[in-house]
């Protein structure tokens, strides 16, 4: 099972014996602990549910705590499900305790996370649009997306047109990512290049589902 819990702590770079620089993200990554397993036969797909990062009682619920008494794991602030193929989920044991070393250097991995919001865009932020003439009587309208209307068929505006609105704050994957440094005492991985979210924001972690290093 190619999966775990961590938070975003910033990006660094990494250079090898020839002297490359590589730009890379560290991420404090578990221990976790499988909360459940989910079974195709009861639950009608296969998956395993892990919990990361320990709190105080009080800041759970009474039925969120009891999910967790079940297997005497303590109160886990995050809880994530990860999808696995039928059939491997069986090889899980509730209550096990998952660390950095599920991964290896080399292997490709997935970064699921929320991204940076930035609040309410215009298009020519948001989708790139380009800006109209300062010159032949344009006074206020240099940033205008322009005309988004019809005619009289079909005279409306179609679902899905690119317009201003709200920007980022959205789940996000960044898919087959390299680990470039795995850190087993401290519990840090190292992927090469940028992951969704900002510092400090939890991430999930999963093998990669294209290219090399499918789960």
Request: aromatic share 4%; net charge positive.
């Amino acid at each position: 099972m190619k999966g775990i819990i961590g938070r975003k702590v910033g990006m660094t770079q990494l250079f090898d014996e020839r002297g490359n620089v590589t730009p890379v993200t560290v991420i404090q990554a578990g221990p976790c602990f499988v909360t459940q397993v989910r079974q195709q036969e009861r639950d009608g797909y296969s998956a395993v549910q892990l919990g990361y990062e320990a709190t105080g009682p009080g800041r759970l619920s009474g039925g969120q705590l009891g999910h967790l008494r079940r297997n005497n794991l303590p109160a886990l602030r995050h809880l994530r499900e990860i999808r696995l193929p039928e059939g491997e989920a069986a090889d899980v044991e509730e209550g096990q305790e998952v660390t950095v070393e599920v991964f290896t250097e080399g292997e490709r991995v997935d970064v699921v996370g929320v991204s940076k919001g930035r609040g309410f865009a215009g298009t020519i932020k948001r989708h790139g649009f380009a800006r109209g003439p300062k010159t032949h009587g344009q006074s206020d309208r240099m940033r205008s997306p322009g005309s988004i209307g019809m005619c009289a068929t079909p005279g409306r505006t179609f679902r899905g047109m690119r317009m201003s609105g709200r920007m980022g704050n959205q789940r996000t994957t960044t898919q087959n990512l390299e680990v470039m440094r795995v850190d087993a005492e401290r519990n840090l991985l190292a992927v090469k290049g940028s992951v969704p979210g900002a510092r400090n924001s939890i991430l999930l972690l999963r093998g990669a589902q294209k290219g090399r290093g499918g789960a």
